[in-house]
């Protein structure tokens, strides 16, 4: 059996060949940054279930409004009322102000809950808000 591997021993070298096949995928994407796009989504915002205040989502529109408008503003922002997940959209002037919101809101509180941002494709962005394409006016509270 000389320079040959019994069974068991080349089926336990295959399992520890993908183990650190998979660990070393696993660990690649990890470090993967996402592409970064003028355009976010907040999750984790509210509840749509307890939001019971009339123009509540007028209030967390104009939070972020006033929020974003200390740095480099936003174009374009969507309450998404009916999200589950209490999905706020937001498109910014450019890329580099999407990427300071990103930075600033990612695991910030709100309300009592933790937020994640994210990074929206512009592409996607642009087909569930087909208004935002011509956005270039910087958006102020109103009130």
Same mark, same amino acid.
């Given at each position: 059996?000389?320079?040959?591997?019994?069974?068991?021993a080349? +089926?336990?070298? !295959?399992?520890?060949?993908? !183990? !650190?096949?998979? +660990?070393?995928?696993?660990a690649?994407?990890?470090?993967v940054?996402?592409?970064?796009?003028?355009?976010?989504q907040?999750? $984790?915002?509210?509840?749509?279930q307890?939001?019971?205040?009339?123009g509540?989502?007028?209030?967390?529109?104009?939070?972020?409004i006033?929020?974003r408008?200390? @740095?480099?503003?936003?174009?374009?922002?969507?309450?998404? %009322?009916?999200?589950?997940q209490g999905n706020v959209y937001a498109k910014?002037p450019?890329?580099?102000? +999407?990427?300071a +919101?990103? $930075?600033?809101?990612?695991?910030r509180?709100?309300a009592? %809950?933790?937020?994640?941002?994210?990074?929206?494709?512009?592409?996607?962005? @642009?087909?569930?808000?087909p208004d935002?394409?011509?956005?270039? !006016?910087?958006l102020?509270?109103?009130?």
């Amino acid at each position: 059996m000389s320079g040959s591997l019994a069974f068991g021993a080349v +089926a336990d070298l !295959q399992t520890r060949l993908s !183990q !650190q096949t998979e +660990a070393s995928a696993l660990a690649a994407a990890a470090s993967v940054q996402p592409l970064a796009t003028q355009c976010f989504q907040l999750s $984790n915002m509210f509840n749509p279930q307890t939001e019971e205040q009339v123009g509540w989502d007028t209030e967390i529109k104009d939070d972020v409004i006033k929020e974003r408008n200390k @740095h480099c503003g936003v174009i374009h922002i969507c309450i998404d %009322k009916n999200s589950a997940q209490g999905n706020v959209y937001a498109k910014c002037p450019s890329i580099a102000a +999407a990427i300071a +919101a990103v $930075n600033a809101l990612h695991g910030r509180w709100f309300a009592g %809950k933790m937020i994640t941002a994210a990074y929206v494709p512009l592409p996607t962005y @642009h087909n569930l808000f087909p208004d935002s394409m011509t956005a270039t !006016q910087l958006l102020v509270p109103s009130t």
